[in-house]
């Protein structure tokens, strides 16, 4: 499963070997324990990577194995590529900018996106 976090600061990106629906039920009891609001919603979530990266074929060689529409890669202009998602938005409350996104996929379509996503940081924190 692929986990996206979406903070003031960025989005970051990891890979948990556990179900959504563990994730969803813990953070549901923390929000409980915490006296918190929690908001759970089925949507997408998108990003962008670099259309020069090598890997981008292997990518989508991996896609075309997935079912149905749980991820889209679809070129933006002739330097990105977005990578949409279909999952489920976690947050405190509908209006929030800040959360966690959950998506599902086959393990080879998120072992490619998670290397990608990880050259890419390599690439800004290496040239920042």
Same mark, same amino acid.
């Given at each position: 499963?692929? @986990?996206?976090?979406?903070? #003031?600061?960025?989005?970051?990106? $990891?890979?948990?070997? !556990?179900?959504?629906?563990? !994730? /969803?039920? &813990?953070?549901?009891?923390?929000?409980?324990?915490?006296? &918190?609001?929690?908001?759970? %919603?089925?949507?997408?979530?998108? =990003?962008?990577?670099?259309?020069?990266?090598? %890997? !981008?074929?292997?990518? $989508?060689?991996?896609?075309? +194995?997935? +079912? *149905?529409?749980?991820?889209?890669?679809?070129?933006?202009?002739?330097?990105?590529? %977005? /990578?949409?998602?279909?999952?489920?938005? /976690?947050?405190?409350?509908? &209006?929030? #900018? $800040? *959360?966690?996104?959950?998506?599902?996929?086959?393990?080879?379509?998120? =072992?490619?996106?998670?290397?990608?996503? +990880?050259?890419? &940081?390599? @690439?800004?924190?290496? =040239?920042?």
């Amino acid at each position: 499963m692929l @986990k996206l976090i979406y903070t #003031e600061t960025g989005l970051h990106l $990891e890979r948990l070997a !556990i179900s959504l629906e563990t !994730i /969803v039920t &813990q953070r549901t009891i923390l929000a409980l324990r915490l006296g &918190q609001s929690l908001y759970v %919603e089925t949507s997408r979530a998108a =990003f962008l990577l670099p259309a020069d990266l090598p %890997e !981008i074929a292997s990518l $989508e060689a991996a896609l075309s +194995q997935e +079912q *149905g529409d749980a991820i889209a890669l679809c070129p933006v202009d002739d330097d990105y590529v %977005e /990578v949409s998602l279909r999952g489920v938005w /976690v947050a405190n409350d509908r &209006q929030a #900018e $800040e *959360g966690m996104f959950l998506s599902v996929v086959r393990d080879r379509s998120e =072992f490619f996106i998670y290397k990608l996503w +990880q050259l890419t &940081q390599t @690439k800004v924190s290496f =040239f920042a």
